[in-house]
Nanobody, 124 residues
């Protein structure tokens, strides 16, 4: 079984930055491609971005391209989401997720394991 746990959420002003972390335990972290999703109140869960197992490829949703960066440290079993130039519309619960696919998947159904989420609130 794989366990994922997000951290680093909170309140930030518009234009600011925040870094989320997702620690993975239970299996060999390097086996998994990782994704980040978010869900705002009253909205569907949205793909934020993802990274392949060996950090060869990353892929981002259109709404965060150029502002968010995903990285991973396989030695620490952790994936990161660096968020810059934050906007009020980035306010959401952010989730990390894992699968064993060889590419970055953008659909929720393609992920096998999920964290509990962390709240990010961007004030205007």
């Amino acid at each position: 079984q794989v366990q994922l746990g997000e951290s680093g959420g909170g309140l930030v002003q518009a234009g600011g930055s925040m870094r989320l972390s997702c620690a993975v335990s239970g299996r060999t972290f390097s086996r998994y491609a990782m994704g980040w999703f978010r869900q705002a109140p009253g909205k569907e869960r949205e793909f934020v971005g993802g990274i392949t197992r060996g950090s060869i490829n990353t892929h981002y949703g259109d709404s965060v391209k150029g502002r968010f960066t995903i990285s991973r440290d396989n030695a620490k079993n952790t994936v990161y989401l660096q968020m810059n130039s934050l906007k009020p519309e980035d306010t959401a619960v952010y989730y990390c997720a894992a699968n064993t696919l060889p590419y970055v998947a953008a659909q929720e159904r393609d992920y096998d394991y999920w964290g509990q989420g962390t709240q990010v609130t961007v004030s205007s």
